[in-house]
């Protein structure tokens, strides 16, 4: 089983990462050149405990639906998604979120088992493992731009009108 090992430091409060990393709106914003976008169950604002996204979106030139639960979450420590259907076998990807610094060391470890078993892991080791790492990082580097520059405020909105994010 292939596992992803990232680590992100972010100039951001954890609760402002961790919100940021949840956002469906902010995914689907760093996953743009895969046309990703979210067709079912959550398809805007922040994920919580038990919530379902489906997913749509263009790899390997082909377009394929991947639908993923919130199984696990302490804000604003970590949260885990795992996919429930789609292209893998299986997934599970962990978010962890520490005080660095004043700012916010953001841990992901993405663990996944490819179909067709030996054409899968040959594909894992050829292509796919890298594919996976550079989506990864892809996505944190749009984490870590909206935390650090204020585009934050395009994303994440209070409902109730009081913005608790200028507090942070």
Known sequence: MPIIQLRTEIKGKPELVFDLSRSVDLHQISTRHSNETAVAGITSGLMRLNDSVTWRAKHFGIYQRLTSTITAI????????????????????????????????????????????????????????RYMTDLLEMRNAVIKEYAETGKWKEVLRDPTGRNDYLRL
Do not use: I, Q, W
Not at 79 to 85: A, N, T
Not at 95 to 113: P, V
């Open 74 to 129: 302490d804000r604003p420590n970590f949260f885990v998604d795992e996919m429930v259907s789609g292209a893998f076998r299986s997934f599970r990807h962990e978010h962890h979120f520490e005080e660095l610094n004043g700012g916010t060391l953001m841990l992901d470890t993405f663990a996944y088992r490819s179909p067709l078993g030996v054409l899968g892991r040959m594909a894992d080791a050829l292509f796919l493992k």
